[in-house]
């Protein structure tokens, strides 16, 4: 995968990351519930962390 | 965000206004992110005013998180009506016509649930403190979850895309140094419209 891509990948995750943020700040689960909100944060954050692994090798 | 994806003639009067015939379905096109502008109160953002008339559509807009409407903004659809038109005329693709620096504005998007039934919240833009459109997203033809359900038969949503829902009545030309309010709910934005080389 190019680094073209992987930045594209991280900055989408990142924008998730930020919605989530929103979500969970407000308390807003009308949407989506908090425990599938939770789930989608660890498995980004676990996305986030092998991208940038690729990315800094 | 990876787009913005824009409904075109979804309110009847502004159909009306531009003397067209109403589509079966209200017309998409897409936007690319690097012509977003959100707006920090009371800056000035600058248009290509050289490349002919800039008209203004103010639209109510969503963000999407998992094809779920999370936030709400209002924002302007600008388009270089002359040249739309000359496009259209020829039967060409009038993207460029869409596509420009600053072309889709936008207050700071905000929650869902700071609005009390927002359907039905008046959204408003002031040009030079004159009310230039006034309407609800009520009035629309396709209601929120309908123009999800339609947006997703021909462009793949992903998550913090935008959707610009169409314009009602009143859309006309914009110069610079317009003062510009928009209102909708909880949201004020106030800003300028300034010269491209500042």
Not at chain 2, 78 to 100: A, C, M, N, Y
Not at chain 2, 154 to 168: E, K, Q, R, W
Not at chain 2, 172 to 183: F, R, S
């Amino acid at each position: 995968m190019d680094n073209r891509q992987l930045s594209h990948d991280i900055l989408n995750i990142l924008e998730r990351l930020r919605i989530m943020h929103d979500l969970i700040k407000d308390k807003n689960y009308e949407h989506i519930p908090k425990d599938e909100l939770l789930t989608d944060l660890n498995e980004n954050l676990d996305l986030l962390r092998k991208k940038f692994d690729i990315l800094s090798q | 965000m990876d787009k913005i994806i824009c409904l075109g003639k979804n309110y009847s009067d502004h159909i009306a206004e531009m003397k067209e015939a109403a589509p079966e379905m209200p017309l998409l096109f897409l936007k690319p992110s690097s012509v977003f502008r959100e707006i920090k109160n009371q800056e000035t953002i600058p248009l290509p005013w050289e490349r002919g008339l800039i008209h203004y559509e103010c639209e109510v807009v969503f963000k999407l998180y998992k094809k779920n409407i999370i936030g709400l903004g209002l924002g302007l659809d600008l388009t270089l009506r002359d040249l739309q038109k000359q496009l259209k005329e020829k039967g060409h693709p009038w993207e460029i016509s869409k596509v420009f620096k600053n072309s889709a504005i936008c207050t700071p998007i905000q929650g869902v649930r700071d609005f009390l039934n927002w359907q039905d919240t008046p959204f408003v833009l002031k040009i030079n403190s004159e009310v230039r459109q006034e309407s609800k997203l009520s009035k629309a033809i396709l209601k929120p979850n309908d123009i999800i359900h339609y947006v997703d038969k021909f462009f793949p949503i992903c998550d913090g895309d935008l959707i610009f829902t169409g314009t009602p009545s009143g859309v006309g030309p914009l110069h610079p140094n317009d003062l510009i309010e928009l209102q909708f709910g909880p949201i004020e934005s106030t800003f300028r419209l300034g010269n491209e080389n500042g």
